[in-house]
């Protein structure tokens, strides 16, 4: 019983990914392209979350101002979420009106979909302040879309649409390595 229900975290898993590959794919590659755009520009990439969240987003800065898989110099990222949780108190919208620039890209990560309107006042800042948007969320499937009307026509939404919480953070990392890889590939070449 026990090893089936393990089994069972694989296969739901796997599926996700599958489906995610075949539906996420363009609009990944349309941020990855954002990112190169503002890094090559010389602009930042902002990495947001909230809650555990937060972690993601501090790992994809890491990513991007360290490297992912290839040497290659530092790109100018790093996460508000780390300088939230070290300011108690500070929100991620005074964070962007202090230091988003037009130009920069905000990347959210939010793997809950109730946590919607908590992002709003941040968004906000980034629109006012003429930052691209990147938004990884969450969605069960067949649901309204609970980001529209937040999220402006120049975004990018990368929607993974699942009923689990688990499911959908373990889509996100794939999506932030995907991500990862497509910048790296675009400033470097391929390794291979």
């Given at each position: 019983?026990?090893?089936?229900?393990?089994?069972?975290?694989?296969?739901?898993?796997?599926?996700?990914?599958?489906?995610?590959?075949?539906?996420?794919?363009?609009?990944?590659?349309?941020?990855?392209?954002?990112?190169?755009?503002?890094?090559?520009?010389?602009?930042?990439?902002?990495?947001?979350?909230?809650?555990?969240?937060?972690?993601?987003a501090d790992y994809l800065a890491a990513r991007l101002a360290?490297?992912?898989?290839?040497?290659?110099?530092?790109?100018?990222?790093?996460?508000?979420?780390?300088?939230?949780?070290?300011?108690?108190?500070?929100?991620?919208?005074?964070?962007?009106?202090?230091?988003?620039?037009?130009?920069?890209?905000?990347?959210?990560?939010?793997?809950?979909?109730?946590?919607?309107?908590?992002?709003?006042?941040?968004?906000?800042?980034?629109?006012?302040?003429?930052?691209?948007?990147?938004?990884?969320?969450?969605?069960?499937?067949?649901?309204?879309?609970?980001?529209?009307?937040?999220?402006?026509?120049?975004?990018?939404?990368?929607?993974?649409?699942?009923?689990?919480?688990?499911?959908?953070?373990?889509?996100?990392?794939?999506?932030?390595?995907?991500?990862?890889?497509?910048?790296?590939?675009?400033?470097?070449?391929?390794?291979?």
């Amino acid at each position: 019983m026990i090893e089936q229900r393990i089994q069972q975290q694989f296969f739901e898993s796997a599926d996700l990914l599958y489906q995610a590959a075949e539906q996420l794919a363009r609009p990944l590659a349309m941020a990855a392209q954002m990112v190169v755009d503002a890094i090559t520009g010389g602009n930042r990439i902002l990495c947001a979350a909230h809650g555990l969240a937060s972690m993601e987003a501090d790992y994809l800065a890491a990513r991007l101002a360290g490297r992912f898989e290839q040497e290659r110099p530092g790109l100018a990222a790093w996460s508000l979420a780390a300088q939230a949780r070290d300011a108690a108190g500070l929100d991620l919208a005074r964070l962007l009106q202090a230091h988003g620039h037009p130009g920069d890209v905000l990347i959210m990560i939010e793997p809950l979909r109730e946590q919607r309107d908590a992002w709003q006042p941040a968004l906000a800042v980034a629109h006012a302040q003429e930052m691209s948007i990147i938004a990884l969320t969450a969605q069960p499937q067949g649901a309204a879309d609970e980001w529209r009307g937040v999220l402006q026509d120049t975004d990018i939404q990368i929607r993974v649409s699942h009923a689990r919480e688990p499911r959908v953070v373990e889509a996100q990392r794939v999506l932030l390595h995907a991500l990862a890889d497509a910048v790296d590939l675009q400033l470097l070449g391929s390794d291979e």
